[in-house]
């Protein structure tokens, strides 16, 4: 089996959206037969944790320059542009 | 409250949703819960919160949910079930036009 891509999913507390959010994308990757390991951390830890990361996703705004794919999105709380979302998700893991 | 009201400032919460009906989910740290609740309001005029993704961007707001737990877990499901609320547009709708306690209830319970 490949190695799992690391996927860091940040939010205000690290707590709250950020779980919501993991839990779409874990499902929706997991359908499409990707092999990924998601976790989860405040806004404010993001830069010191992006060295583990593949790819970092937000739900608000995020420091630049992390040396780290980043999207930023509420497609998950919103439902709008989500199957997008999840196609930038995957195009950024596979490249 | 203060510190919902804070947290908004640096971390706001407003929702563009695909209705064009837009929500808010206000919320903080759970240290600051004294008691826990779940608040919702509908408003016939919207107010402006920051975008939660693009601050400098503003969402007339009609639809607010505001979070008060004391367990983490607890908000995260709660959150969970607010967004499969958020995602469902007519629902959205109808809780707007719904005036009285019980009918939200009703509305919610349904969801």
Redesign the interface.
């Known amino acids: 089996m490949d190695t799992p891509k690391r996927v860091l999913v940040a939010c ?2 690290g ?3 950020s ?2 959010v993991a ?1 779409a994308i874990e499902e929706s990757l997991k359908e499409r037969g990707l092999n990924v390991m998601i976790s989860q951390c405040k ?1 404010s830890e993001v830069r010191s944790l992006a060295g583990n990361a593949d790819l970092i996703i937000t ?3 995020a420091p630049k320059d992390l040396g780290v794919p980043v999207i ?3 497609a ?5 542009g989500k199957e997008e979302v999840i196609e930038e998700i995957v195009k950024a893991l596979e490249s | 409250m203060k510190a919902a009201i804070d ?1 908004e400032k ?2 706001p919460t407003g ?4 209705g064009g009906i837009n929500a808010a989910i206000p ?1 903080t ?1 759970i240290e600051h819960v004294i008691k826990p609740a779940l608040g919702m309001a509908t408003l016939k005029k919207p107010v402006a919160f920051q975008n ?4 400098e961007e503003m969402v007339p707001v009609r639809l607010v949910f505001l ?1 008060a737990l004391e367990k ?1 877990k607890a ?2 499901e709660m ?2 079930e607010i ?1 499969s609320v ?2 469902n547009s007519v629902l959205v709708e109808e809780l707007l036009n719904e005036n009285t306690y019980e009918g939200i209830i009703k509305l919610l319970k349904q969801a």
Do not use: D
Not at chain 1, 76 to 80: A, D, E, H, R, S
Not at chain 2, 52 to 55: A, D, E, Q, V, W
């Open positions: 205000g507390t707590i709250a959206t779980t919501v839990k806004i739900t608000t705004p930023q999105t509420i998950f709380l919103t439902g709008i | 947290r640096q971390l929702l563009p949703l695909a919320h740290e939660m993704i693009s601050p979070l983490p908000q995260v959150l969970q967004a958020l995602l």
